[in-house]
C-alpha cells in the first residue's frame, strides 16, 4: 500500500523548492563536509516554509513530498526533516511516512550504514520493513584469517579514521589481564588538543577482537591494516 494521498495543486512553494530540499539534506546529512552555512540553511531553506507548515501541515507534508519525489536523492531526506522540524515531530501524515520511507530507501541503496541514520528513523524503517537494512560479506573463519602474532610489547596500528593530522588512530596490543585490546589514540577533547591513548575494545584472541572493530567500523575508513580488512564487512558507501 502506498504512503501517498494525492495532493492538491500546490502554489504556495517557489519553484526552486526541490532544490532547497536537497541543499537542507546535505546539510542535515553531514553539515561539516556540504560547506552549507547554517544561517543560509534557516534563513533561505527553512524559514520560508514555516508559516505553510505550521498553518496546515498535513496538506504542507503532501505537497512538500509532491515536490520532491521527481528530484529524489538529498532532495527527499530534506523534505523529511522539514517536516519533522516544521511540521512537528509527531506528524502522522502519510505523506511525511512516504518521503521518509523514500529517503531511506536512496540511502539504504547508496550503501549508507546504520551508523549514519539516527535510531528513530532506523526503527521507523524496522517497522515497515521485513529485509535487513544492508547484508555485508561474512567475517572470515579462524582458520581462515591470515593475522601475524602479536609480538610482546608490540602496539601495532590498524587503521586510521581520516587523513586529517589529527583523525584518531587504531592499534592493538597485548591486554593487561591476558587477551587481546584495541587501543585509541586521540585528541583529549575538543579543547585540549594534546593526544592521548584510550581503550576501547578488548577480546581474547585477535580474531575475536578484529571482528568486533570491524563490525564497529562497518565500512573502510581511510586506511585500514591488510590483516583487519576482510573483517570490515561493507563496502564504501556510494555518497
Do not use: K
Not at 35 to 54: K, M, R, T
Not at 74 to 93: E, P, Q
Not at 131 to 153: F, K, M, S, Y
Amino acid at each position: 500500500m502506498s504512503f501517498f494521498r494525492r495532493p492538491s495543486s500546490s502554489t504556495d512553494f517557489p519553484p526552486d523548492v526541490a532544490s532547497r530540499m536537497e541543499q537542507f539534506g546535505r546539510f542535515e546529512f553531514d553539515p561539516t563536509g556540504s560547506g552549507i552555512d547554517a544561517s543560509y540553511v534557516w534563513n533561505e531553506l527553512q524559514a520560508p516554509f514555516l508559516a505553510f507548515a505550521q498553518s496546515d501541515p498535513d496538506r504542507f507534508a503532501e505537497e512538500l513530498a509532491e515536490a520532491v519525489l521527481p528530484a529524489g536523492g538529498f532532495a527527499l531526506f530534506g523534505a523529511s526533516r522539514t517536516i519533522w522540524s516544521l511540521a512537528g515531530s509527531d506528524c502522522r501524515s502519510p505523506s511525511y511516512d512516504g518521503v521518509r520511507m523514500a529517503a531511506l530507501e536512496f540511502f539504504r541503496s547508496n550503501g549508507i550504514t546504520t551508523s549514519r541514520i539516527s535510531p528513530d528513523d532506523y526503527r521507523f524503517w524496522r517497522e515497515h520493513r521485513d529485509e535487513p537494512w544492508l547484508v555485508g560479506r561474512p567475517r572470515p573463519a579462524p582458520d581462515e584469517a591470515v593475522i601475524t602474532p602479536l609480538a610482546l610489547g608490540e602496539v601495532r596500528p590498524l587503521a586510521r579514521i581520516t587523513a586529517e593530522a589529527e583523525s584518531n588512530i587504531i592499534y592493538v596490543q597485548s591486554g593487561p589481564d591476558g587477551g587481546y585490546q584495541a587501543v585509541v589514540e586521540a585528541r583529549h577533547s575538543d579543547t585540549d588538543p594534546t593526544r592521548g591513548h584510550f581503550d576501547w575494545l578488548r577480546a581474547a584472541t585477535l580474531h575475536s577482537l578484529y571482528a568486533q572493530i570491524g563490525e564497529a567500523f562497518q565500512v573502510p575508513v581511510h586506511w585500514v591494516a591488510d590483516e583487519l580488512e576482510p573483517y570490515i564487512p561493507l563496502p564504501p558507501a556510494d555518497l
